[in-house]
């Protein structure tokens, strides 16, 4: 049975892995090449924060606010993705225009379908809350202090008697 880090380490993984957007949705056609260029520099230089794609792209020309809205956006609709660690890597080769936020919700009002909550999204923290428990048990175990801290005065007693007996002192 792995122990406790590896088994993390598999269910961070495997929540990692994007999912794949539907592919028939109608498309923005873009105006400008800034959407183009952002993906494109998440593609070429995949690892980097929202914060530093700005700060390259506002060299070239760009505005800050408008690449760190697209990036949003890409991450959104699936064209990038954001790893455990806070990168961006790109879901894709090629660049797709956005999608129009009317037609995403036109098609989210059609499916009616109930949201399946992902491990990502409703799982980290809980994970986190279940290794906490877990590493707070195995310490109180290993600890004894906390055993002294967290005993009755009854069950105190009756560990003393026992421990007694156990190692030959008092008798019952």
């Not at 923005?28 to 690892?47: K, M, Y």
């Not at 080769?93 to 999204?121: D, F, G, I, M, Q």
Request: net charge positive; glycine share 4%.
């Amino acid at each position: 049975m792995p122990d406790l880090q590896t088994a993390m380490q598999q269910i961070l993984q495997s929540w990692e892995q994007p999912e794949q957007p539907p592919e028939d949705i109608d498309m923005f056609t873009p105006t400008t090449n800034t959407s183009r260029a952002t993906f494109e520099i998440v593609r070429d230089n995949p690892g980097n924060t929202k914060r530093e794609y700005a700060r390259l792209l506002a060299a070239k020309g760009y505005k800050k606010s408008s690449v760190t809205t697209l990036l949003a956006q890409m991450i959104r609709q699936g064209q990038i993705w954001v790893d455990s660690s806070g990168l961006l890597q790109p879901n894709q080769t090629e660049y797709k225009p956005l999608k129009s936020v009317k037609t995403l919700a036109n098609r989210a009002k059609k499916a009616k379908t109930s949201k399946v909550r992902t491990p990502a999204s409703n799982g980290i923290n809980a994970l986190i809350a279940e290794h906490k428990e877990a590493v707070r048990q195995i310490e109180a175990r290993n600890n004894i202090e906390s055993i002294l801290d967290n005993i009755s005065l009854s069950d105190a007693h009756e560990l003393y008697r026992k421990l007694h007996q156990y190692f030959g002192g008092l008798p019952k």
